[in-house]
């Protein structure tokens, strides 16, 4: 029996992750995402450049047809606000989901990464153990003991906001 490998478990988790999160959307995020995902594709402008060709030539009267929004084309006009405004909605409203998705991957990454740091601190710290019992020069060395030393998530936090522009 193959044995997975940490590449494929991570990525499957990951994939499980981002599955149970769309998943879990509303029916409102869903329509969201959808009108979202359909709006910023070249077949919609295709559709809105023919419908707005069609529309103008119906109504300049060049295709000979009954003429019913004449030239400045007002209801034309309120269609296109209208669906500017629903459609800036409904983008907004993905965006907002897709935000609120990120920041639980952060947080889960961020979870990882302190984890890490403190199984890291740990290793380096029984390494420096058996250096030092083996009465090798490393066990010594400053920076090791400093990066040997539990890291402090709040002051590395308020160091980043010292040093970084434009934090206050």
Known sequence: ????????????????????????????????DGVASHAGRIWFL?????WFTVWIG?????????????YPFSLLSLIISLES??????????????GRQEDRRNHVELQVNLL?????????????ALCDHHKL???RDPEISAMAEQTHF??????????LPGEE
């Open 1 to 32: 029996m193959q044995r997975e490998s940490p590449a494929s478990r991570n990525i499957k988790q990951v994939s499980d992750f981002e599955r149970e999160a769309l998943a879990r959307r509303s029916l409102a995020d869903r329509v969201g």
């Open 46 to 50: 295709g559709v809105h450049v023919v």
């Open 58 to 70: 119906i109504n300049v009267g060049g295709i000979g047809l009954f003429v019913f929004d004449s």
């Open 85 to 98: 405004i629903f459609l800036s909605l409904f983008i907004l409203m993905s965006q907002s989901r897709s």
């Open 116 to 128: 890490a740091e403190d199984e890291n601190t740990k290793m380096l710290l029984m390494l420096q």
């Open 137 to 139: 020069s490393i066990a």
């Open 154 to 163: 709040h002051e590395v936090m308020a160091e980043l906001k010292e040093a």
